[in-house]
């Protein structure tokens, strides 16, 4: 019998999401997408839930797109990639604007849309050996959705560094970039994420947190609806791209591309 390939529990409040595909290092495809989102809208719409926290198993919160849907992308069409950009767009904004507050637990590396995950929850803890890092100008691809909510969190100038570059960051920077919350000792983050979670529930009123939440979300940019639309265009056109076909190609093949 197939593993499910995300878990949902709920204790003293706190539902726990966790992405279990610890053995392709929790990458990304449209079937853990979808069922992501299902189940975020599921502690949402939970009475016995008031904050949810999400997290991964094994060693790597996500390494990003998973290699067969990779090399699928080059067989879409553009109106198929642009109902998979949208799927893409649909789990991030669910987080974003979920009534219920979202922590990330991020226990290992959070690379390209795995980074977008750890970074657009409303608080993010990681261990200090975790790596982050928008990669994707390195296939010939670009970090279109999760750039839009890169940008309310950091500046300009480190989202040009970091996105230009492709560059792995460390915990700490994140913390320096404004990306993350908090960085938090291995053996102690499970501890700290839910002595946090339960502030939330105790001390915090239920209705104030949604209200917050959505004064934040909604105040902030009023464009990030325009925003997205369009990066789920770019999404799915840069996907048509000979550079894209190049990098996926070489990724696969685990040869060094040439630029």
């Excluded at 590396?109 to 100008?137: K, Q, R």
């Amino acid at each position: 019998m197939t593993a499910p390939l995300v878990l949902y529990s709920v204790e003293q409040r706190i539902a726990t999401i966790s992405i279990n595909r610890p053995e392709k290092r929790n990458a990304l495809n449209p079937e853990l997408v979808s069922l992501l989102t299902e189940t975020l809208i599921r502690a949402s719409e939970d009475d016995e839930v008031k904050v949810i926290v999400l997290r991964a198993n094994g060693t790597t919160f996500s390494a990003g797109a998973d290699l067969a849907y990779l090399q699928q992308l080059q067989q879409n069409t553009y109106e198929e990639n642009l109902a998979d950009s949208e799927n893409l767009k649909r789990l991030f904004t669910t987080i974003y604007y979920l009534p219920k507050v979202v922590i990330a637990q991020v226990e290992g590396h959070a690379i390209a849309g795995g980074c977008g995950l750890a970074t657009v929850c409303d608080i993010t803890f990681s261990v200090p050996e975790a790596s982050f890092g928008y990669t994707e100008v390195k296939l010939g691809f670009v970090p279109a959705i999760v750039s839009c909510f890169l940008l309310r969190k950091t500046s300009e100038t480190i989202a040009k560094r970091i996105l230009y570059t492709g560059e792995l960051f460390s915990a700490q920077q994140a913390f320096d970039y404004g990306l993350i919350t908090f960085v938090t000792n291995k053996e102690d983050i499970h501890l700290k994420v839910k002595e946090f979670a339960l502030s939330l529930c105790t001390e915090a009123s239920a209705n104030s947190l949604m209200v917050t939440k959505q004064l934040i979300g909604q105040t902030t940019n009023p464009e990030l609806e325009n925003s997205l639309s369009l990066a789920v265009q770019i999404n799915a056109r840069v996907r048509e791209s000979a550079d894209f076909k190049k990098g996926v190609a070489a990724f696969i093949s685990k040869e060094k591309i040439n630029w």
